[in-house]
């Protein structure tokens, strides 16, 4: 009922930059909070940053200053901007939502199918 495509992760050397996108589409009636969470080779899984519907913003620690977490209510869609990489953010990232479905009062998550980051010179 909810689909998430993400997009915008590849190669970058250490000090680039990417800009990862998540866009939801579905019977949604509402977009409560939307993260962006990632995972290392043999590690699991960690929030890296998140949005709330009122613009509201959380990061983990290693990724302030660095990385920006946006949303376009409009479009569904979420965005990390991601400057000053680093070999260390190498990772498969994920987006999550929690949605609320039309004819539902309930809020539901989903997972989009992950984008790989691999920062290397």
């Known amino acids: 009922q909810v689909q998430l495509v993400e997009s915008g992760g590849g190669l970058v050397q250490p000090g680039g930059s990417l800009r990862l996108s998540c866009a939801a589409s579905?019977?949604?009636?509402?977009?409560?909070?939307m993260t962006w969470y990632r995972q290392a080779p043999g590690q699991q899984r960690n929030l890296v940053a998140g949005?709330?519907?009122?613009?509201?913003?959380n990061y983990e620690d290693d990724v302030k200053g660095r990385f920006t977490i946006s949303r376009d209510n409009a479009k569904n869609t979420v965005y990390l901007q991601m400057n000053s990489l680093k070999p260390e953010d190498t990772a498969v990232y994920y987006c999550?939502?929690?949605?609320?479905?039309?004819?539902?009062?309930?809020?539901?998550?989903?997972w989009g199918q992950g984008t790989q980051v691999t920062v290397s010179s």
């Open positions: 999550n939502v929690h949605v609320k479905l039309y004819f539902s009062s309930n809020y539901y998550s989903y």
């Open positions: 579905g019977s949604i009636s509402d977009i409560r909070s």
């Open positions: 949005i709330t519907s009122g613009g509201s913003t």
